[in-house]
C-alpha cells in the first residue's frame, strides 16, 4: 500500500512525484508507456514566461516561469542550461502587444546582440521582440530524475475502485490518494464536465552549420545550439489525436512545416535532420490549468439540484471523490506550470492549503451544469 499514486509519468505526474517523494512518502507511479513518454518527451522544454496582455493565465504563468527557473536550477542542475530567449512578434498585432509588454513587464530586458539580430531573416528583423533571461531543461532527463524514489509500473489503469479508504488500482495496487495526470489520453474516472483537449506536438532534432546563440520563439520555438544541434517545436496540430484518428501522424509533412516557420525567423543552413520526437499535449477549453479535487457529478446534482444555476453557487457545496486529485490542461507551458502547480497540490493534499477556485475543476463542472440546466 502506497501514500499516493499517481497516473501519467509525464512532466504534470513527475512533479508531483518528486514532491511527495521530498516529502517523504511512498508513491508509485503509472503509465502504459514510459516516463516522459508521450508529449512531454517531446517538448522542447523551454523555460519562460507567457509574452501576452494582463490577465489570470499571464499572472500566473509569470509567477510559475520565475519559482520554475529557480527549481530546475537547483534540484536539477545537470537537466538545466540557461539561455537568453529572444521572442519575436508574428504580426502588427503582435507589435503593439509586445511594445506594451516591455513598458510593464516585472523581468529584466536583455539587449540583442548585433551577431543574433543579424542572423535573423528581414522580415523578423522588422518585428518588434523582446529578450530576457530565460531557460530549457532536458524534457527526458529530468523527469526520469524527478521520479527517483517512486515504484514505477508501466501499465495502463483500466480500473481505480476506492473501498475501506483506500484506492485499489488495477485490483492489485492500493494508495491513500490518487492524482491523475493523464493528459489528453484517455482517463479511468469517466466524468462528463472534463473537457481537456489534445494538442499534438512535434520536434526535430537537426544538426546545422548555423550557430544560435539563444532560444528563439515566433512561429515555432528554436533553441539554442548544443555542439551544432538546434531543436525546433511546435504544439501545432489541434486536429490530430492518436486514439481518435484512423491515420497516422505524418512525420515528413510536419517535419517540413517546422523548418518553413523555422526559415521564416533564422536562416538555417546545412541541414540533415537528427531525430523526430511527437507526442500529445493536453489544453484545457478556457486555457487556465486544472489542480484539485474531482467532483461527483451525480452526487452533486442530486444535493444541489437547482442551485447548480445559480452563478454565485459555492464550490464547497459539491460532493467531490474522496482523496482523488488531477492536474492538467497546461497546453504548451508544461515545464513551466507543473512543479509550481505540484508544489500547490502537495501543500493542499499534506496540508489542507485551499486551491484557488480559478484553476479548481469545480468551475468546469459549474459550467458544465448551466449549460445542461440540471
Same mark, same amino acid.
Not at 2 to 28: L, P, R, W
Not at 266 to 281: A, C, H, Q, S
Given at each position: 500500500?502506497?501514500?499516493?499514486?499517481?497516473?501519467?509519468?509525464?512532466?504534470?505526474?513527475?512533479?508531483?512525484?518528486?514532491?511527495?517523494?521530498?516529502?517523504?512518502?511512498?508513491?508509485?507511479?503509472?503509465?502504459?508507456?514510459?516516463?516522459?513518454?508521450?508529449?512531454?518527451?517531446?517538448?522542447?522544454?523551454?523555460?519562460?514566461?507567457?509574452?501576452?496582455?494582463?490577465?489570470?493565465?499571464?499572472?500566473?504563468?509569470?509567477?510559475?516561469?520565475?519559482? $520554475?527557473?529557480?527549481?530546475?536550477?537547483?534540484?536539477?542542475?545537470?537537466?538545466?542550461? #540557461?539561455?537568453?530567449?529572444?521572442?519575436?512578434?508574428?504580426?502588427?498585432?503582435?507589435?503593439?502587444?509586445?511594445?506594451?509588454?516591455?513598458?510593464?513587464?516585472?523581468?529584466?530586458?536583455?539587449?540583442?546582440?548585433?551577431?543574433?539580430?543579424? #542572423?535573423?531573416?528581414?522580415?523578423?528583423?522588422?518585428?518588434?521582440?523582446? /529578450?530576457?533571461?530565460?531557460?530549457?531543461?532536458?524534457?527526458?532527463?529530468?523527469?526520469?530524475?524527478?521520479?527517483?524514489?517512486?515504484?514505477?509500473?508501466?501499465?495502463?489503469?483500466?480500473?481505480?475502485?476506492?473501498?475501506?479508504?483506500?484506492?485499489?488500482?488495477?485490483?492489485?495496487?492500493?494508495?491513500?490518494?490518487?492524482?491523475?495526470?493523464?493528459?489528453?489520453?484517455?482517463?479511468?474516472?469517466?466524468?462528463?464536465?472534463?473537457?481537456?483537449?489534445?494538442?499534438?506536438?512535434?520536434?526535430?532534432?537537426?544538426?546545422?552549420?548555423?550557430?544560435?546563440?539563444?532560444?528563439?520563439?515566433?512561429?515555432? /520555438?528554436?533553441?539554442?545550439?548544443?555542439?551544432?544541434?538546434?531543436?525546433?517545436?511546435?504544439?501545432?496540430?489541434?486536429?490530430?489525436?492518436?486514439?481518435?484518428?484512423?491515420?497516422?501522424?505524418?512525420?515528413?509533412?510536419?517535419?517540413?512545416?517546422?523548418?518553413?516557420?523555422?526559415?521564416?525567423?533564422?536562416?538555417?543552413?546545412?541541414?540533415?535532420?537528427?531525430?523526430?520526437?511527437?507526442?500529445?499535449?493536453?489544453?484545457?477549453?478556457?486555457?487556465?490549468?486544472?489542480?484539485?479535487?474531482?467532483?461527483?457529478?451525480?452526487?452533486?446534482?442530486?444535493?444541489?439540484?437547482?442551485?447548480?444555476?445559480?452563478?454565485?453557487?459555492?464550490?464547497?457545496?459539491?460532493?467531490?471523490?474522496?482523496?482523488?486529485?488531477?492536474?492538467?490542461?497546461?497546453?504548451?507551458?508544461?515545464?513551466?506550470? #507543473?512543479?509550481?502547480?505540484?508544489?500547490?497540490?502537495?501543500?493542499?493534499?499534506? $496540508?489542507?492549503?485551499?486551491?484557488?477556485?480559478?484553476?479548481?475543476?469545480?468551475?468546469?463542472?459549474?459550467?458544465?451544469?448551466?449549460?445542461?440546466?440540471?
Amino acid at each position: 500500500m502506497y501514500d499516493i499514486a499517481i497516473i501519467g509519468a509525464g512532466i504534470n505526474g513527475c512533479s508531483v512525484a518528486y514532491e511527495f517523494i521530498q516529502a517523504g512518502k511512498s508513491v508509485i507511479l503509472f503509465d502504459k508507456d514510459d516516463i516522459a513518454g508521450g508529449g512531454s518527451g517531446a517538448a522542447g522544454a523551454f523555460i519562460s514566461p507567457k509574452f501576452s496582455k494582463t490577465g489570470e493565465l499571464k499572472e500566473m504563468l509569470n509567477a510559475a516561469f520565475s519559482y $520554475s527557473y529557480d527549481y530546475y536550477k537547483t534540484n536539477f542542475p545537470d537537466s538545466f542550461s #540557461a539561455s537568453q530567449l529572444l521572442h519575436i512578434a508574428k504580426d502588427e498585432k503582435d507589435d503593439l502587444m509586445l511594445r506594451q509588454y516591455k513598458e510593464d513587464t516585472q523581468f529584466q530586458l536583455q539587449k540583442v546582440s548585433d551577431t543574433l539580430f543579424d #542572423a535573423l531573416t528581414p522580415e523578423a528583423q522588422k518585428r518588434e521582440n523582446i /529578450s530576457i533571461n530565460a531557460a530549457v531543461v532536458d524534457a527526458k532527463n529530468v523527469c526520469h530524475s524527478m521520479s527517483q524514489g517512486a515504484r514505477f509500473v508501466r501499465e495502463k489503469v483500466e480500473s481505480l475502485v476506492y473501498d475501506d479508504d483506500f484506492w485499489i488500482i488495477n485490483e492489485t495496487y492500493s494508495a491513500k490518494e490518487v492524482v491523475l495526470a493523464t493528459g489528453a489520453y484517455e482517463n479511468v474516472i469517466k466524468e462528463p464536465y472534463i473537457d481537456v483537449r489534445g494538442i499534438w506536438g512535434h520536434r526535430i532534432d537537426v544538426k546545422t552549420s548555423t550557430n544560435n546563440p539563444c532560444s528563439l520563439h515566433q512561429f515555432v /520555438s528554436i533553441a539554442k545550439s548544443r555542439d551544432g544541434v538546434v531543436a525546433i517545436g511546435a504544439t501545432h496540430n489541434i486536429h490530430y489525436h492518436p486514439d481518435k484518428n484512423s491515420e497516422t501522424y505524418d512525420i515528413k509533412k510536419g517535419r517540413a512545416e517546422l523548418l518553413e516557420k523555422a526559415s521564416q525567423t533564422m536562416k538555417l543552413e546545412n541541414i540533415e535532420i537528427l531525430k523526430d520526437y511527437v507526442g500529445l499535449r493536453s489544453g484545457s477549453v478556457d486555457y487556465m490549468p486544472l489542480l484539485g479535487s474531482l467532483i461527483l457529478s451525480n452526487a452533486t446534482i442530486a444535493s444541489c439540484g437547482k442551485r447548480l444555476q445559480d452563478k454565485r453557487i459555492k464550490y464547497d457545496e459539491f460532493s467531490y471523490y474522496p482523496n482523488l486529485y488531477i492536474i492538467n490542461g497546461s497546453g504548451g507551458y508544461g515545464f513551466v506550470l #507543473a512543479p509550481y502547480l505540484a508544489n500547490i497540490l502537495k501543500e493542499h493534499i499534506l $496540508s489542507g492549503k485551499k486551491i484557488s477556485a480559478k484553476i479548481a475543476p469545480a468551475r468546469y463542472f459549474a459550467r458544465w451544469a448551466r449549460r445542461q440546466r440540471v
